[in-house]
């Protein structure tokens, strides 16, 4: 049975309805994770949960430790990652409320420990990320969206900028027209370090406001609050549809 973990951003603080069963405060050669790793058991199935920011959210995107953090899932025996990103929306149908499956990236961030290859192997390692995210995680999610009726996109584009500050108006704009439906900034170098560690990952993003010159000004963050609110609910239900189906005996 392949080992599942669940990477929580901004508004999945507990994976709620998990039964915790132990908490592995992992070592990584990296330094430590953003905190203690739960293992428990959810919908008859066995899943691991990192809040990528530390609880109560205090690690900002760009100062979060995503080498320790994957590294630490990894030595977990985890096969599988499902991360769970909140989201600003760029495109039209990217309206907040929306949940939305990425299938490709687009990378902005700078200055973060993006890689484990520190060239000691004497081997190139140029990873494959043509598909950034699992095919097959990505459709396993697709298909528990479709059949539990929870309303989704099926691709996008997602931008992954530095922050903590939000973008600009021309910011936004520039990523628009590079293509992207998205934007968050913690997406990456996450996925990219699952990829060389041998990881499956896919994403799961809640669209929780209009990228910044789309939307109403200033920026609400209560809205925010009160969609992630919102938005987390249907996340865990697709998570637990998701654990019955491929993660329980
Ligand atoms: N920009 C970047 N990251 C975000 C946003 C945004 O508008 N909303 C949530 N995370």
């Not at 592995?24 to 691991?48: C, L, N, T």
Request: charged share 20%.
């Amino acid at each position: 049975m392949k080992r599942l973990a669940i990477i929580g951003g901004t508004g999945i603080d507990e994976l709620e309805g998990l039964e915790i069963v132990g908490e592995h405060e992992v070592r990584s050669p990296y330094g430590a994770p953003s905190r203690a790793i739960q293992e428990g058991a959810m919908a008859g199935g066995q899943v691991f949960f990192l809040q990528r920011h530390g609880s109560p959210n205090a690690i900002p995107p760009h100062l979060i430790n995503y080498r320790a953090n994957l590294w630490a899932l990894h030595s977990l025996g985890v096969d599988d990652i499902v991360a769970i990103n909140a989201v600003g929306g760029i495109t039209p149908a990217m309206v907040p409320g929306r949940l939305v499956i990425p299938d490709q990236i687009v990378d902005y961030t700078w200055g973060r420990e993006h890689t484990i290859d520190d060239g000691r192997s004497g081997q190139m390692q140029h990873i494959d990320f043509t598909e950034p995210y699992d095919r097959d995680l990505r459709q396993a999610l697709l298909g528990e969206a479709d059949r539990a009726g929870i309303a989704h996109a099926s691709s996008a584009v997602h931008g992954v900028t530095q922050g903590p500050r939000l973008e600009t108006a021309a910011e936004i704009r520039r990523l628009a027209q590079d293509g992207c439906d998205i934007v968050g900034m913690t997406g990456m170098p996450e996925a990219a370090l699952a990829r060389e560690l041998g990881m499956a990952y896919a994403s799961v993003c809640m669209v929780v406001n209009p990228a910044p010159g789309l939307g109403d000004l200033p920026i609400a963050l209560d809205m925010m609050q009160e969609i992630l609110q919102r938005e987390a609910s249907v996340v865990r239900q697709l998570l637990t549809r998701l654990l019955a189906a491929r993660y329980s005996s």
